[in-house]
Every structure is written in structure tokens, then in C-alpha cells.
């Protein structure tokens, strides 16, 4: 994979996650320097007439920042589900992923 100034970026790892109209990719990539970092993008999927475009964001996290960046999220997570919304079943949204995950293997020939 090549970026905008032309290097090399191998990617290492690859998970992507289905979210209705957004799908968010995790990428490890390497450096030349042999080192790590992730990007996370976020993909939005628009009509745009007949046809579907897609609009990204992306955000690139460094290894000095991955604990900082986990603890903070998993922090604002807990917040919204214990403070904000204690009453919503979380577990639900869990066991709708799972059911999507079987569906999309699915193939129609």
C-alpha cells in the first residue's frame, strides 16, 4: 500500500466492522522504520443521485498513544452506558452483530 508521499505501507492487520450505513476499518500498518502504528477509518456510505459515494475520515494512532487512547474510550463507553443510559440492554446490540455476522456469510447463487 502506497501513501500520498509515495512510501510503502505493509499492512499487518486488518479488522473491519459493519455498522449500518458506516463500516470502520482497524489497520495495523508498518513503517519503513520497522515500527507500528493503527489507523482507524470510518466509512460512510451516501447516495449521491443513482450511485453510492463514500466519505472517510480517518485517524492515525501511534504506539505512545494506544494506552492513553483505549483507557480514554473504554472511560467514555462506561460513562454513556452506566451514567447516561443504565437502563438499555447493551447485550442486545451484541447478540444483533452476532446475527448479522451469520447473515453475511450467507450466499445466494
Given amino acids: 500500500m502506497e501513501d500520498q508521499r509515495g512510501y510503502d505501507r505493509e499492512e499487518i492487520f486488518s479488522k473491519k466492522v459493519k ?3 458506516r ?17 482507524i477509518t470510518e466509512s460512510k456510505r451516501k447516495m449521491n443521485g443513482d450511485t453510492f459515494t463514500y466519505e472517510k475520515h480517518k485517524i492515525f494512532l501511534y504506539k505512545e498513544d494506544f494506552f492513553k487512547f ?17 437502563d438499555v440492554d447493551f447485550e442486545q446490540f451484541e447478540k444483533e452483530d452476532e446475527n448479522e455476522e451469520i447473515n453475511s456469510d450467507l450466499k445466494w447463487e
Fill in 19 to 21: 455498522a449500518g450505513k
Fill in 23 to 39: 463500516t470502520y476499518f482497524f489497520d495495523v500498518k508498518s513503517t519503513r522504520a520497522n515500527d507500528y502504528y493503527l489507523t
Fill in 70 to 86: 483505549a483507557e480514554a474510550l473504554n472511560e467514555a463507553v462506561d460513562y454513556v452506558k452506566h451514567d447516561l443510559l443504565p
